[in-house]
């Protein structure tokens, strides 16, 4: 009897019968080395009961699960503007703010209120771009998003969302993780460790940049105190998808076969000695990493899409860009991956830059986004998956309705302070209210008044529509239950269909 097959009986001889499927998530007990081991040897696998080791949750942490409740879609998109887009040159048209047009900004205004950069005493900014009301509904779009307009009746804006936090880091960790301080799971974390994912050949949770990191760090994906084979696997949109995806030359599929037996074989012998669930983690990726040698390089080769699916999204070959992501989603959804998450880079509009000021940059940016997010609405609709699909847009926080001032002087371009009283995101697909439009700010944009959006409720509504409720979905770390929703959110049922 070799190692391997001992070591498979020591594993099956420990009892899984106390542990209740979701019990394990939790624990991330024993049993990735038995997926590997039936895997590579066929060890757990009969016809007689035609079982499937990587279908069996208690063998395998990313194995898919049902939602405890009814779940409206399966997999989630969310779209992050790294920086913080302006609603005010974007989706929020305020005609009064452009009567005040560089008048100073009232002092009721500043009073007590904490700005990254505003000192002394502003002038107002007015909308930087030119607004209409576009579709059935009637929502107001602005002329930076002409390919938007023909698909606003497909999402539903959220007018009133605040944050506590100005500053990117802290803001973009609250937005992802439900705190402001490291530590905590991300959002896809989470959802990939309630209900796994379909493709064991891929990764559940999957993230695609463009333009450069968040400010947070690599940590807006992380996993947290969530075992670590929850954390977002990252993939590029240019050259190999993932990096060593290929074996070294004179490296054969059977030889590298032979190298993960043996390297799972020691790993095993060292999980059973330490009980150390980032052990499983470990034998896990190199498991998924061996499967996916064969998948990922198809799923996320974009050249062997259609001409006009290519033209439709504007795609770049052998380019990082929001165009490839958002293609490259639409493909990771429709191999069943939990959650794919795009950061796009460069929306912070300060007055220090021509290049990233309202006027110009900003506009440069949602030319940038405009056509690719598009398609992919009109994309997902055509193959029937946008029913299934969430698709979430926004930023971290928005922008002032004065033009920033840095130590009491105006800045030389058109610019826009970090504001989190109210910003814009919008939410599509599965579930969603076609055409809504929930919550409004007064007359110059700087305070929502009506429905007012905490970050709490958004990630509590993402996942009602996955079929979770977000005060019962938990996990025990340093002895208390800890939620993605803290102690807050509510289900926004004003834009649920």
């Known amino acids: 009897m070799t190692d391997l097959e001992k070591l498979s009986i020591e594993l099956k001889s420990q009892s899984l019968a106390s542990t209740t499927r979701r019990h394990f998530i939790k624990d991330c007990a024993l049993g990735l080395g038995g997926i590997a081991l039936s895997s590579l040897m ?43 887009p302006s609603q005010l040159e974007m989706f929020d048209y305020k005609p009064e703010l452009a009567k005040l047009h560089n008048q100073p900004c009232p002092t009721s205004l500043l009073n007590g209120k904490k700005f990254a950069f505003i000192r002394g005493v502003p002038n107002m900014l007015g909308p930087q771009a030119e607004f209409e009301q576009v579709g059935d509904s009637g929502n107001w779009v602005s002329d930076n998003l002409p390919h938007f ?39 896809g974390s989470w959802v990939t460790y309630g209900l796994g994912t379909e493709n064991q050949n891929l990764p559940g949770f999957v993230v695609l940049t463009s ?30 998808p993932v990096l060593y995806l290929k074996d070294p030359q004179g490296v054969s599929r059977s ?27 470990r034998i896990n990726q190199y498991e998924m990493a061996y499967r996916m040698q064969i998948t990922v390089p198809e799923v996320m080769n974009i050249n062997t899409e259609p001409d006009y699916i290519k033209s439709l999204y504007g795609v770049e070959p052998g380019k990082e860009s929001f165009a490839n992501n958002c293609l490259l989603a639409r493909k990771m959804v429709e ?27 900003l506009k440069n940016k949602c030319r940038q986004i405009d056509r690719p997010i598009t398609a992919l609405l009109l994309d997902l609709k055509q193959r029937g998956l946008l029913d299934q699909t969430l698709i979430v847009w926004g930023g971290e926080f928005g922008r002032t309705p004065m033009q920033e001032t840095r130590e009491g002087k105006t800045m030389q371009y058109k610019g826009r302070d970090h504001h989190g009283e109210a910003f814009t995101m919008w939410l599509a697909g599965g579930g969603i209210k076609k055409g809504a439009s929930y919550g409004q700010t007064d007359e110059i944009g700087y305070s929502g008044v009506e429905g007012r959006v905490s970050v709490h409720d958004i990630q509590a509504t993402i996942l009602h529509l996955l079929g979770f409720n977000h005060e019962e979905f938990t996990f025990d770390f340093q002895g208390r239950p800890f939620r993605l929703t803290d102690v807050e959110g509510t289900i926004l049922n004003q834009i649920l269909a």
């Open 335 to 361: 191999e069943g991956v939990r959650f794919v998450q795009l950061y796009d880079w460069g929306w912070d509009s300060h007055g220090t830059d021509h290049g990233t000021a309202v006027d110009l940059g």
């Open 211 to 240: 333009g450069g990191t968040p400010d947070a760090g690599k940590s807006v994906w992380g996993s947290g105190f969530l075992p670590s084979v929850y954390q977002g696997v990252q993939c590029r949109s240019k050259g190999d």
């Open 149 to 187: 307009k023909t698909v606003v009746d497909e999402v539903a804006f959220l007018k009133a969302v605040h944050t506590d936090q100005f500053n990117h880091g802290p803001a973009q960790l609250l937005m992802h993780t439900g705190s402001s301080r490291f530590g905590r799971p991300s959002l």
């Open 255 to 281: 030889l590298k076969k032979q190298v993960l037996e043996s390297i799972n074989a020691i790993n095993y012998k060292d999980y059973l000695s330490y009980q150390d669930p980032e052990i499983l983690t």
């Open 42 to 84: 066929g060890a757990c696998t009969s016809s007689k009961n035609n079982y499937d080791p990587l279908l069996n949750r208690a063998l395998n942490p990313l194995a898919p699960l049902p939602p405890p409740h009814f779940a409206k879609v399966k997999s989630v998109i969310y779209l992050h503007m790294v920086g913080a």
